[in-house]
C-alpha cells in the first residue's frame, strides 16, 4: 500500500469515528505508520485535527449522502442566479426552498451522527454550515471531502471565519509544497480571498435586491392605496344611494299620509255637515211636536166648553 493510500485511509478512518475514540485511534494509526517505516505518513497522521462535534455531525452527513452534495450545488446555484437577476419573487420562493432543503439535511444528519437529543448549540452550528455551503461553490466542494474541522458561519459579508479542513497531501507533494498544515492555511487564503470578491458581489445584489423589492412594495402600496380608495368611493356612492332610497320612500310614505289624512279630513267635513242637518231637522221636529201638542190641548179645552144640545 502506497503513502497516499495510507494517509487517505488513516483520514477516512479518524474523520467517521466517533469523538471520544479519534485521539487514541489517531496515535494508534500514527504508531503503526511508524512501525512500518512510514516517518511522513506518521506525522501526517499525527497533524490530523480532531473536529468539533457539529463539524463531526456535518461530516457524517457528507460521507453517507452524495445526493446532499447535488442537492445543494442545485440550490446554490439557483440561488446565485436569481440574486444576480435581482429577481425578488424568486429569491422568496428559493428562500423557502432552502429552508426546508437545510431542515431535511440537519435532521439526516443527525440521525446518522447518532445525536438523538442534539442540543440547540449544535443544531444551530449544523444549520449555518449547511447555509454557507449554499453561498459559495468551493466550500462544498471541500465539506464534501467530509474532513471538515469546525462549524462555518456566513454573516451575509463574508465568512466569520474561513472554513477549516484537514488538508492532507501524498509525501511527494509535501516534499515540493511543504506539510499538511501550510498546504491547508493556502487553501484558506485562495477561499478567504474569493469569499471576499463573493461578499462584494453579493453586496451588490443584495442593493439590487433590495431595489428591485422597494420598487415591488412601492407599487403594492400604490395598488393597495388604489383598492382602498375604491372601496370608499363604492362604499360612499352605496350609501348616498341608500339615503336617497330612505328619502324617495319617506316622501312616498309622507304623500300617502297626506292623501289618507285629506280623505278624512273631507269625511269630517261631510259627516259634521250631516249632523247640522240633522239638528236643523231635530229641531223642527220639535217645533212640530210642540205646535201639534198645543194644538191636542186647545181642541181638548174646546170640547168641555161645547153644551149638550139634548137634556
Known amino acids: 500500500m502506497s503513502e497516499t493510500d495510507l494517509l487517505s485511509d488513516a483520514v477516512s478512518e479518524l474523520y467517521w469515528i466517533a469523538l471520544p475514540q479519534f485521539t487514541p485511534r ?13 516517518t511522513a505518513v506518521a506525522k501526517a497522521i499525527t497533524a490530523l485535527r480532531k473536529p468539533t462535534k457539529a463539524a463531526f455531525v456535518v461530516n457524517r452527513l457528507f460521507r453517507t449522502d452524495s445526493r446532499a452534495v447535488s442537492e445543494l450545488q442545485e440550490l446554490g446555484a439557483e440561488l446565485r442566479r436569481a440574486q444576480r437577476s435581482a429577481d425578488a419573487h424568486q429569491m422568496r420562493k428559493l428562500t423557502g426552498t432552502r429552508k426546508a432543503l437545510v431542515d431535511e439535511l440537519t435532521e439526516k444528519a443527525l440521525e446518522t451522527a447518532e445525536e438523538r437529543s442534539p442540543s440547540p448549540a449544535l443544531r444551530e452550528e449544523v444549520v449555518a454550515t449547511l447555509k454557507a455551503a449554499l453561498v459559495e461553490t468551493d466550500v462544498i466542494a471541500l465539506l464534501s471531502q467530509g474532513t471538515l474541522l469546525k462549524s462555518i458561519e456566513w454573516d451575509g459579508f463574508g465568512f466569520s471565519s474561513a472554513p477549516e479542513l484537514s488538508v492532507t497531501a501524498s509525501t511527494a507533494q509535501q516534499s515540493e509544497v511543504g506539510p499538511a498544515a501550510p498546504l491547508e492555511s493556502r487553501v484558506r487564503k485562495d477561499l478567504g480571498a474569493k469569499t471576499t470578491k463573493t461578499a462584494a458581489a453579493n453586496r451588490t445584489s443584495a442593493a439590487e435586491v433590495r431595489k428591485v423589492r422597494d420598487a415591488e412594495r412601492a407599487k403594492e402600496a400604490a395598488t393597495a392605496k388604489r383598492e382602498k380608495d375604491a372601496a370608499v368611493a363604492k362604499e360612499r356612492k352605496n350609501a348616498e344611494k341608500a339615503r336617497a332610497a330612505s328619502v324617495a320612500k319617506a316622501a312616498k310614505v309622507l304623500a300617502m299620509a297626506s ?13 259634521r255637515d250631516e249632523l247640522d242637518t240633522a239638528r236643523q231637522d231635530l229641531e223642527k221636529a220639535k ?13 181638548t179645552q174646546a170640547l168641555r166648553i161645547v153644551p149638550a144640545t139634548n137634556s
Do not use: M, N, S, Y
Open 287 to 299: 217645533e212640530t211636536v210642540r205646535r201639534a201638542t198645543i194644538a191636542q190641548r186647545r181642541a
Open 26 to 38: 489517531r496515535t494508534a494509526l500514527a504508531g503503526q505508520a511508524r512501525k512500518a517505516g512510514d
Open 259 to 271: 292623501a289618507t289624512e285629506e280623505e278624512l279630513q273631507q269625511t269630517v267635513r261631510r259627516l
